[in-house]
């Protein structure tokens, strides 16, 4: 089979893993990388990732969303497995719709120290109201540092249509 | 549980609070807010309230509308329980489309003094006709008040189609 | 101008009329009909509502509905702004939404006594789940009661997709 | 050219005509007929006419519909373009909705006299309602009079989701 | 590779052929079968259709439509090539929309005298109204013609929404 | 405030009660019921609840589900917020998607007695396939066995379109 | 009842008047305004009209368009029921499209003296093409005639699908 | 962890088994099945399978298909896992569109032994036109058959809208 | 009747002709124009034209394609009839679809001599692959030039979901 | 048949031809190309190719997307049939899904050396999550490389919705 080889997949463990162990409390150490085979271009990767779930922290009552993870590699590239075990481990925690995708964020740019990195979340309503929050991060003194102030002034100017049904 | 802890939720009285009153007279002393935890951040909280209903002031026949608020936060940032029993207020309240808007949006301000806040309220139509106010604002000498100008220029360059059913 | 005449609609007082009252409090008092000018003739007449609202008996809280009215009329029809302001009585009314669906059509029944209605209510979630009660009645002894017996059996077997957002 | 010759076309007046009028009082004598090619055969054709407009008989206001009209025909079957200079007469025409259905199904069917036909109309909203009247026809002592009954009872079981925008 | 062999599928000569030749006149002529290999079981084959074009009989105007074939086999099944190059033909043939529909199923049933066979045309406006023509057949004798009764009774009770956009 | 009293609603102890506790162990015990003020007539309540999740028995994997229940009550009617508390209880659970579906049923059955009752989940895919289990019940003994007999023998002729995105 | 009070709204004569006329000669005389509450903000009305028809100036055939008014106001705001009235008196008005669209600009900008409007007609097709007329304008010698441009530029560059269905 | 115990799991090896091999040639041996919980009830289970690809038996170019199979459980149910390695396993298999699909449903009555079943594949257009075949069966001498029967003659009587984009 | 005169239309002289020939070999001769009332403003005119259809200048099949034409005129106009002709003129013409476009653009170019032009075709899939081809121009010499580098340059960021359904 | 001729089309050998061959391994040298007509201007041909599958390179399960590719043309252009045989032949490749998308741009690089070039690939879940890389590129030393730039800024800021049904 042509294409990428084992020898190129070093530090992937999870991928087609049998044992995989699903953890239900916060844990970033989970994540993997593997390394981008494209450093010399600027290019996308989003993860859509709608089975999100966390607990509210005064109610305990469980909270769901859709989250949309889009970056810019540079030299390491998360890889989607260990991804979707780290959102899992969300499960049992408490935060704030606003921490947990601040939260998200800034374990990804620890994990790969991308160029730029976006984290959408698009929760279901409590009461009637919903929120999504929107962060994002340009590396610091290069033009994604730009680029993020760009992204950031131009966000959902076109808010999609809600009618909690 | 992991997460943000009570004792940074000071000042959050009406989440999880059984006694909880619905009032249907407009009053901005419903809100509430609380501490934000990623200041050093620019970032984006979207609420979308579809079950706005308020009354015309002329005839004092409801109206109803799906109002979209967006907010990049400074210190303070608005607590959604508190937001859905002010925006329930508006229940008895009689005002123009545009004026509810604006005073929503003015409420917001003083209650946060967040860096940058827009309002989008989309109404059902009366004799075939719906009004959609939308307004902004950015904190005066920063630059947020470019980008508020930047967003209102580019604002709603794509009607969404309406056909009244 | 051709059509329906003036003394056709006599017992119509609200549709055209400057002073209308908004009620808040529940009466089926407001409703009027005019008659049926096609009474040899069964035939379906719908109203789409989709701006009820009402209080949770429990809390207070406003709840939200679309609501569906078919009926297929004997002798006397109501008339659609009775209706309109007939609804926007509930603004100020406890009740499970069972019971308002099952109320609206009894009020209905008893103004029009017509050969078959039937109501159903989609209401917005609380805590993550909406509930829709759906309710009919054919006039006794007729074949009508058969209708409503199919109609209910054969009732809602494709759900539409429901999201919360 | 293959198909329908002109001798075939007896009757037809205004397709391809130039000098077309179009009037914009109530007028069925408007609608012209031809013949059916294939009376040994039970088929449906449908009118779907979303630009229908006629006035409110009360307060003069205008209303808009769209009309889908389905027919099994016998012996005559009417030209799509006088149906069209027909539904345009009711333009200054003041009738309620459930009124102009049934008078839209009469004239056709002493137009055609046809095995089977139903009219369904689906109007704007005024004060939030909209109202959708429905009605049908199977010629008397025909198989198409249970056919008829069989349609009204399984009619509209899943009323479309309507929200006024 | 597995599958029906190239012994099972006599009279297929456009399938994978280089010199394809588009008529543009009417020609029955062109369809081609190949056998049913699951005769002892009732099921049904569709083709979407959706670039459709004939002629007006009247003006020579170019008409569209999507036609939607559904048939349940007997022992000879059409080949989707030779259909397509078939329904090609219409492309200079001028004849009503009603005559059209009625004209492809009358060949389809000479070629293959299935069990079961519908079509629907589904065709573009013309000043403001769309016409959809729809007819059917079921074998004489068997029960496949009650089903067609069946089928044309049930016929399009939920007409979809239409509005020339 | 009209509508239904506080001494009709004993055994409702979760609606409005703010030490919620939200149990994450799958427990039946939690449900709760009203009773019926409409006994004499059959009505559906359907709710929509798209934010369940349960685990993979054998992998452990969280799995998400929207679920549709539909039932007509007879003497009892279960209470909204604690059906929510119930799907809620199936988070640390690790059944089939098949199993899950006919549980709930079973226990909603126990629970209320009701006359009719069905259940349909539809999960999220994984591998590419997605599973949507669909069972129901009526009355042994009475018109509501063949009700459900009729109501699965239909189900579901129209499979919504999937596309995994 | 709290809002905008009655002499706040000098010049508003028809919004909740009984003996309301419907003109059916364009008459931009029917426009009425009201004061600006907030004229220290720039911020966006919209109006959405999907229920205006004029007629063809060639044939004299009724035309039917969806109009979406959007400005930003200075002193001056059109009442939204006038509004209503001043676009039903076009229906025995013949125009182009595109002379329609400039004709209301003009005449709001008439009325209202705003420091940005623009006008988007969607029409229905003829002959199966449909024409969709956009104009805007910016108060000269302000920013919002930059404003202007720069909406111009960036018009629809994402065209609605539209297939005439 | 509550549910479905390992040992009610006999018979299911593929199933969160890392060695996974995925073949590409036709194999129904890959087929596994577990035992029904549920047996004394008669109730659906529906697989969504949006990636199914085989190729053409002339041309060898790969077709693509949404395949969607319903069927009510007797003793044995199909491990989807399995499931999606069979359809897998379709990769380079050559066959008609209406032959895949009666061989899966061949298949699989087979394995289960089923009371009923359907499959319906949907499949991509080739040349302007796509092939949507569909086959049911119940179980010979039970009420299943007539089930079959009837499921077929109300089969797809509202064709879902294709326009090949 | 107010609006355009007759003196004002030089030129037009197929819109409302009785004799209108349909053209099936490429003729940009059809195309006639009408003189712009409105050239001190610039505006956008969009003509939605999903009827278009021409012959693979290879194989000779028909290819179908929805036309989106937007533009902003100078002191000539393109009338729509005649648009439409020359539109169905294509008919009978072999091209690529990059080639159709350019041509279309061209011919309107050479017609109008416009401030601004763009053209987008999308086609319906050969082999499973659509093509989509947009080219824009501006005046040379003028703002418009850099107006169609500004459009080309943002030209479908958000590429339609394409399915092949 | 007038457009392109036979002598333009050197180089396109695939196209029409019957023996075509499926690869279905990696082979970048099926790709063919033929010569752009208008190379003096800029302008965009899209590729929708919702029909592509690949292997994953550590687990060999298929893997699918709907892949869109944008360019802008120089000299080359290629050709759709040979890109269809080109895409097919990834149908064995084991790859990231990061890694295609970048393969696929380099090998059109490659072949056209376009002004303007970008991949988007969409891919269905698994476990939970896809995958959407999008790379582009503009000629090093031209105006093109801004314009990449550019869109990669503008990349995506409304990610479509995903709910993995
Ligand atoms: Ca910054
Ligand atoms: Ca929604
Ligand atoms: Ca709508
Ligand atoms: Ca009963
Ligand atoms: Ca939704
Ligand atoms: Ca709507
Ligand atoms: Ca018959
Ligand atoms: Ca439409
Ligand atoms: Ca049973
Ligand atoms: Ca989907
Ligand atoms: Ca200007
Ligand atoms: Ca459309
Ligand atoms: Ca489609
Ligand atoms: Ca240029
Ligand atoms: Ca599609
Ligand atoms: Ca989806």
């Not at 779930?53 to 590239?77: E, N, R």
């Not at 499960?91 to 120290?113: A, T, V, W, Y």
């Not at 002034?153 to 808010?159: G, I, S």
């Amino acid at each position: 089979m042509s294409g990428r080889q084992k020898d190129e997949l070093e530090g992937v463990t999870l991928l087609g893993n049998q044992g995989t162990k699903y953890e239900v409390e916060y844990n970033p150490g989970i994540l993997e990388v593997f390394e981008n085979q494209h450093p010399n271009r600027d290019y996308f990767v989003k993860f859509n990732c709608p089975e999100f779930t966390s607990l509210c922290p005064i109610t305990g009552q469980p909270d769901f969303a859709a989250i949309y993870i889009s970056y810019i590699p540079d030299v390491k590239m998360v890889e989607s497995k260990s991804l979707k075990l780290y959102l899992f481990s969300f499960r049992n925690h408490g935060d704030f719709h606003e921490d947990c995708m601040n939260k998200i964020m800034n374990d990804l740019i620890e994990l790969m120290d991308p160029r730029y990195i976006e984290v959408w979340g698009k929760f279901t309503p409590r009461g009637g109201i919903s929120i999504d929050p929107y962060c994002n991060y340009g590396k610091t003194g290069t033009k994604f540092e730009q680029i993020a102030d760009h992204r950031l002034m131009n966000h959902d100017l076109y808010p999609e249509k809600i009618d909690n049904r």
